[in-house]
């Protein structure tokens, strides 16, 4: 009688620590998954943090400005600066340097069809549109390089067209736009407005 009590009641014990166990382990899942979850909740704020930095003021913007002149399409792509109360002529642009007219990459000029640039014929096609600015006269110029930073790998045996125009005065533009402006049936221009100057290219249909 004795034996049985002692097996009945190692019978009972077993059973009570296996309970013990079921019972301990959904705790602990629980822990794993707040750690798991909090770990999560520090990584997206990491993404929000990175995010904002990314959401900063870009200061040149690239923009593009397009139009038509006899009938066919002129796109320009460039970025555009601001003044943020810089001296621009002569000082963060210098004269008689060559200038992206714009800011980063070179500014481009693409034209859908065979155009007359001042008089200058141009085949379709895109280019880079350099000017080399001056306090009474500006050189334009149209290059075949137009995928380039900055005017470092300027080529001249690659100008297409190269001319010199006056300078205008202009009300105050605070961040550089360009503009194709249609005048005629076959003519019209490019223009370039900064700060308080505006150039203005004569662009016409080849014939």
């Not at 999560?40 to 943090?49: A, G, P």
């Not at 930095?53 to 460039?78: H, K, M, N, T």
């Not at 002529?89 to 155009?115: C, K, R």
């Not at 001042?118 to 880079?128: C, D, I, M, Q, T």
Request: charged letters at 30%.
């Amino acid at each position: 009688m004795k034996t049985v009590w002692i097996v009945l009641f190692v019978f009972i014990f077993a059973g009570c620590s296996s309970n013990s166990d079921q019972t301990d382990t959904p705790a602990e899942t629980d822990t794993s998954t707040e750690l798991e979850m909090s770990d999560q909740e520090t990584e997206s704020d990491r993404e929000n943090e990175s995010g904002e930095e990314e959401g900063e003021e870009v200061l040149s913007p690239q923009r593009e400005a397009s139009g038509d002149i006899g009938g066919s399409q002129i796109v320009i792509e460039y970025s555009a600066p601001s003044v943020r109360e810089r001296i621009i002529w002569d000082d963060l642009v210098p004269y008689g340097e060559i200038w992206v007219s714009g800011a980063h990459m070179a500014t481009s000029v693409e034209f859908e069809d065979d155009m007359l640039v001042n008089g200058e014929p141009v085949p379709a096609g895109k280019y880079a549109f350099f000017t080399i600015p001056g306090e009474e006269t500006w050189t334009v110029i149209m290059n075949e390089h137009w995928d380039q930073h900055q005017a470092g790998e300027y080529d001249e045996e690659l100008d297409v067209a190269r001319f010199d125009v006056e300078p205008m005065l202009n009300e105050h533009t605070e961040q550089l736009v360009y503009s194709v402006v249609s005048e005629d049936d076959d003519s019209g221009f490019i223009e370039l407005a900064w700060e308080e100057i505006r150039i203005r290219v004569p662009v016409r249909a080849a014939p």
